[in-house]
Nanobody, 115 residues
Framework: QVQLVESGGGLVQPGGSLRLSCTAS????????MGWYRQAPGKQRELVAA???????NYRDSVQGRFTISRGNAKNTVYLQMNSLQTEDTAVYYC?????????WGQGTQVTVSS
């Protein structure tokens, strides 16, 4: 079992920045991949960025070069640094932990990009 708690969402103007945090507890040593997903109203949930246990990263094309996923020193926290935010980035952002025996989700944090 893994529990995930996200923080850091909010309202920001286009071109601004936000940093999301996700702290994992429980069976954290069984986590293979941690990722950030987002879901906008009326749309399917989509992968934004992922970070493997070995340190490999993967980004969706629309955020490449603007978003950075990283791991904290304590290894149980993952960050998503979001720069040059666009209105199309508005969504609920979810943290995900992928284990061999299942996936776990955080409760989500709202990111709104608007002038």
């Amino acid at each position: 079992q893994v529990q995930l708690v996200e923080s850091g969402g909010g309202l920001v103007q286009p071109g601004g920045s936000l940093r999301l945090s996700c702290t994992a507890s429980g069976s954290i040593f069984s986590i293979n991949v941690m990722g950030w997903y987002r879901q906008a109203p009326g749309k399917q949930r989509e992968l934004v960025a992922a970070l493997t246990r070995g340190g490999s990263t993967n980004y969706r094309d629309s955020v490449q070069g603007r978003f950075t996923i990283s791991r904290g020193n304590a290894k149980n926290t993952v960050y998503l640094q979001m720069n040059s935010l666009q209105t199309e980035d508005t969504a609920v952002y979810y943290c995900n932990a992928e284990l061999t025996r299942g996936n776990y989700w955080g409760q989500g944090t709202q990111v709104t990009v608007s002038s």
